[in-house]
């Protein structure tokens, strides 16, 4: 995808969407990063029903360590990989309260030394909490990112150095959630909603799910300008 469609591309997710942000619910950088651990493999709906109750007695590394491991499965129960998750974010925890006086340290080589937070957690971590235009590639992302040509890459960490090199600066910040939205919700795994896709004529997927008329709508759109 050349520059000028890339910039087409993301101007039009942000005219769409101008304030993206995660769709997990946190109050501070400590509860973002519990919810990023527990979202592994897990819905940010399904991550939101437990936190409700977890973060109301736990919403700092004290009163997690306080709830302990225990107490903490019981509210992150219905949570897949709990029993891990939940000894991860004590170890975290406690690494937190020891080394750090309670706070989530703002850089990365810190953020990935800790229990459960690899490169994915540290970089949403960093561009949510603490505003830094990183970009986290998840599924969805990694899947848009080669769907599209906009940043093609046979690994996670392949497409994110791509993405940091191709995404155009204004729109550094907020990309990482306007691509995860994206595949989340309309350039879908299995079936694609190619029919209603803002960015559709700009996207170089070669296997676009068509409307009935056998066109994408977006496309017939642009067509008939
Ligand atoms: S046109 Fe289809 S494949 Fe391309 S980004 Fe849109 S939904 Fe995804």
Request: aromatic letters at 6%.
């Amino acid at each position: 995808m050349n520059k000028q469609k890339r910039i087409e591309f993301f101007a039009r997710l942000r005219a769409h969407n101008p304030r993206p942000t995660t769709e997990l619910n946190y109050a501070s950088p400590f509860e973002l990063l519990v919810a990023v651990i527990l979202s592994a493999q897990a819905t940010d709906k399904g991550v939101n029903k437990a936190t409700d109750g977890l973060f109301r007695v736990a919403p700092t590394p004290r009163a997690m360590l306080a709830l302990g491991e225990e107490g903490l499965k019981a509210h992150i129960k219905t949570i897949g990989l709990f029993n891990a998750k939940a000894r991860n974010i004590i170890k975290t925890c406690r690494i937190l309260v020891d080394s750090y006086g309670g706070q989530v340290p703002a850089q990365r080589r810190e953020l990935e030394s800790l229990p459960g937070v690899g490169r994915k957690t540290a970089n949403v971590i960093l561009n949510t909490a603490f505003g830094e235009p990183t970009i986290a590639v998840d599924t969805h992302l990694f899947r848009v990112a080669n769907r599209t040509g906009l940043a093609p890459g046979k690994t996670p960490l392949a497409v994110e150095k791509r993405l940091l090199k191709v995404v155009p600066e204004a729109f550094r910040q907020d990309a990482h959630h306007w691509l995860i939205l994206h595949g989340r919700y309309v350039c879908t795994a299995r079936r694609p909603r190619c029919g209603a896709c803002l960015v559709a004529d700009l996207c170089e997927y070669g296997y676009k799910e068509t409307s009935p008329a056998g066109t994408p709508a977006a496309a017939r759109m642009v067509a008939a300008e």
